[in-house]
């Protein structure tokens, strides 16, 4: 059974940053595409930033890009989101999201993925 967990989300002021973690158990990320998503209130699940499973590839939305940087650590068994210069429109539940077959492409489409955890919240204030 694979369980994805994330962690690090929290309270920041406009312009700060945060680090999320998404660690996975009972089978290893290495392989696996990684994206993580974004739900505001009231608003649907939106793909933020997606990372291959080789990690030489990293995509991104287009309202996060410069700010936001997706990493994997295959050692560690995480995939990270760093977020800087935060901004209220951030304010979200930030799920991680794996896939179910090795090898696959990063999908942009909550549809394509698998395995997700159950979110970290994060809030930017103004």
């Avoid at 700060?16 to 649907?44: I, M, N």
């Avoid at 994997?72 to 977020?83: F, G």
């Avoid at 800087?84 to 999201?97: E, F, G, I, Q, R």
Wanted: proline share 2%; aromatic share 12%.
């Amino acid at each position: 059974q694979v369980q994805v967990v994330e962690s690090g989300g929290g309270l920041v002021q406009a312009g700060g940053s945060l680090r999320l973690s998404c660690a996975a158990s009972g089978r290893t990320f290495r392989s696996y595409p990684v994206g993580w998503f974004r739900q505001a209130p009231g608003k649907e699940r939106e793909f933020v930033a997606g990372i291959s499973w080789s990690g030489d590839r990293t995509y991104y939305t287009d309202s996060v890009k410069g700010r936001f940087t997706i990493s994997r650590n295959n050692a560690e068994n995480t995939v990270y989101l760093h977020m800087d210069s935060l901004k209220p429109d951030d304010t979200a539940v930030y799920c991680c999201a794996t896939r179910r077959r090795m090898y696959e492409s990063t999908s942009f489409r909550r549809e394509d993925y698998d395995y997700w955890g159950q979110g970290t919240q994060v809030t930017v204030s103004s």
